[in-house]
């Protein structure tokens, strides 16, 4: 069974920083596309970025310059570091893992980020 865990969330002013982590754990790490995706209130979930076993990325817009995304192989853990962040930003962030060749889709159970001052 595949699990995804993710962590790092919180309450961070305008213009702060946070780095969100996803361990995945029961499956082949190797074998996911990874993604980040964003779900504020009211709204349908939006991808964030996304990043191959190759460290291949692509963001959407709205993180592109501010957002970082990067995976260590060796912990089964992707990252998310958010830099700049605005109210806008506020939203749960669920981590995504796609199998390569069957494109299962597995989902974390997603961690809060609230900016605001």
């Known amino acids: 069974q595949v699990q995804l865990v993710e962590s790092g969330g919180g309450l961070v002013q305008p213009g702060g920083s946070l780095r969100l982590s996803c361990v995945v754990s029961?499956?082949?790490?190797?074998?996911?596309?990874m993604g980040w995706y964003r779900q504020a209130p009211g709204k349908q979930r939006d991808l964030v970025a996304t990043?191959?076993?190759?460290?291949?990325?692509n963001y959407a817009d709205s993180g592109k310059g501010r957002f970082t995304i990067s995976r260590d192989n060796a912990k089964n853990t992707v990252y998310l570091q958010m830099n700049s962040l605005k109210p806008e930003d506020t939203a749960v962030y669920y981590c995504?893992?796609?199998?390569?060749?069957?494109?299962?889709?597995?989902w974390g159970q997603g961690t809060l980020v609230t900016v605001s001052s």
């Open positions: 029961g499956g082949l790490f190797s074998s996911y596309k």
């Open positions: 990043i191959t076993f190759g460290s291949s990325t």
């Open positions: 995504n893992a796609e199998q390569l060749f069957t494109r299962l889709q597995f």
